[in-house]
């Protein structure tokens, strides 16, 4: 469902490790992406959150820094990566998703595309990531939600979509 999808959308992904940001933006290439990531992560490489073109933020707290930054890169064309579980999965299975994506789809007023990612928790495990394993790695693309399906649903219809896709 991604022919014609040319302008900014908002992506949603699942996430399993820290390939998938690399997967994704092979995935979406040339799209240009801007992923919101947990400033704690790049602790000491802050320069690399600048080189990647992200926006940083905190987990779990309320940043409206975070969706004024996000909505500006929309208004300006590029795509805006979000990863709603804020946790590696360590045994491959959905984590919580909270009630506030469905008004921040509300909000952006762009399309809705999900990245689900298939296998990357076995690829390098937390307890095991140094070793990387040959193991095969599946992403599905979707646009789940258009700009005129979202106009016509409620927050918590858009939250139901997001966590039917989000099952792997």
Same mark, same amino acid.
């Given at each position: 469902n991604m022919d014609g999808l040319n302008g900014p959308f908002l992506m949603l992904s699942n996430h399993m490790h820290?390939?998938?940001?690399?997967?994704?933006?092979?995935a979406?290439?040339?799209? +240009?992406?801007?992923?919101?990531? #947990?400033?704690?992560?790049?602790?000491k +490489?802050?320069?690399?959150? #600048?080189?990647?073109?992200a926006i940083a933020t905190r987990k779990?707290?309320?940043?409206l820094h975070l969706i004024k930054s996000m909505i500006k890169c929309l208004k300006r064309g590029d795509a805006v990566g979000l990863y709603p579980e804020a946790r590696y999965?360590?045994?491959g299975t959905t984590s919580f998703l909270p009630d506030s994506i469905g008004?921040?789809?509300?909000?952006c007023k762009v399309p809705v595309v999900t990245v689900i990612h298939h296998g990357n928790h076995l690829y390098a495990p937390f307890w095991n990531f140094r070793d990387k394993r040959?193991?095969?790695l599946y992403t599905r693309i979707t646009q789940l939600l258009t700009i005129e399906?979202?106009?016509?649903?409620s927050a918590e219809e858009i939250n139901a979509a997001i966590r039917k896709e989000f099952i792997y």
């Open positions: 820290f390939i998938d940001f690399e997967l994704t933006a092979t979406l290439y040339p799209k +240009r992406m801007n992923n919101v990531v #947990n400033i704690d992560g790049f602790y +490489r802050a320069w690399l959150l #600048n080189w990647i073109g779990f707290t309320t940043d999965s360590a045994s008004k921040l789809v509300k909000k040959n193991v095969p399906q979202i106009e016509q649903m």
